[in-house]
Antibody, heavy 118, light 106 residues
Framework: QLQLQESGPGLVKPSETLSLTCSVS????????WSWIRQPPGEGLEWIGY???????NYNPSLKSRVTISVDTSKNQFSLKLNSVTAADTAVYYC????????????WGQGTTVTVSS | IQLTQSPSSLSASVGDRVTITCRAS??????LAWYQQSPGKAPKLLIY???TLQSGVPSRFSGSGSGTDFTLTISSLQPEDFATYYC?????????FGQGTKVEIK
């Protein structure tokens, strides 16, 4: 059974870079799209972007200037970098699998809380 | 594309039939998914392609609609169904979510 696990610092200082990794187990990272979704405390869901197994990316324009998503197929991992963070970036960050846009976001990690604070 | 869910919250009893609507600001064909999120948990995919039930999801959940107007129906509300529900469009980028509908116990 496919499982996703986010990892990375839970506290990031303002203006620094948030870095998270998603480890994929129980299946291959090939032939899918891999997304990051975030949810600020008490708020709704926001799509950050995705990367395909081949490395093509698509980002939310609201974050595009600050976001990089990359994939390491040899490690079955993909990563998120968000630079110049502010308190508004405080959220639970989820890594998610998407087979295709027709099939929705079908496998979710448990989520990791990132707080931006000095 | 903006998605507007209604209502934002509702109170219902076990056994009730519940309907949540999601309206898109422009046509999205059938590229709509529904998710359930229980407190402290990751969202869970319930329905994709507007009406197709994800594997393992109980048949009391159903979806309908196409274009701009969609509904999620729970035919007989169960205790484990008290949660927040989100719609999401995957027709065009950026993928967007509705603001959520919280289903509470009456």
């Amino acid at each position: 059974q496919l499982q996703l696990q986010e990892s990375g610092p839970g506290l990031v200082k303002p203006s620094e870079t948030l870095s998270l990794t998603c480890s994929v187990s129980g299946g291959s990272i090939s032939n899918y799209f891999w997304s990051w979704i975030r949810q600020p405390p008490g708020e709704g869901l926001e799509w950050i972007g995705y990367i395909s197994y081949s490395g093509s990316t698509n980002y939310n324009p609201s974050l595009k200037s600050r976001v990089t998503i990359s994939v390491d197929t040899s490690k079955n991992q993909f990563s998120l970098k968000l630079n110049s963070v502010t308190a508004a970036d405080t959220a639970v960050y989820y890594c998610v699998r998407c087979t295709s846009s027709w099939f929705g976001l079908d496998v979710w990690g448990q989520g990791t809380t990132v707080t931006v604070s000095s | 594309i903006q998605l507007t869910q209604s209502p934002s919250s509702l109170s219902a009893s076990v056994g009730d039939r519940v309907t949540i609507t999601c309206r898109a600001s422009q046509g999205i064909s059938s590229y709509l998914a529904w998710y359930q999120q229980s407190p402290g948990k990751a969202p869970k995919l319930l329905i994709y392609a507007a009406y197709t039930l994800q594997s393992g999801v109980p048949s009391r959940f159903s979806g309908s609609g196409s274009g701009t107007d969609f509904t999620l129906t729970i035919s007989s509300l169960q205790p484990e169904d008290f949660a927040t529900y989100y719609c999401q469009q995957l027709n065009s980028y950026p993928w967007t979510f509705g603001q959520g509908t919280k289903v509470e116990i009456k």
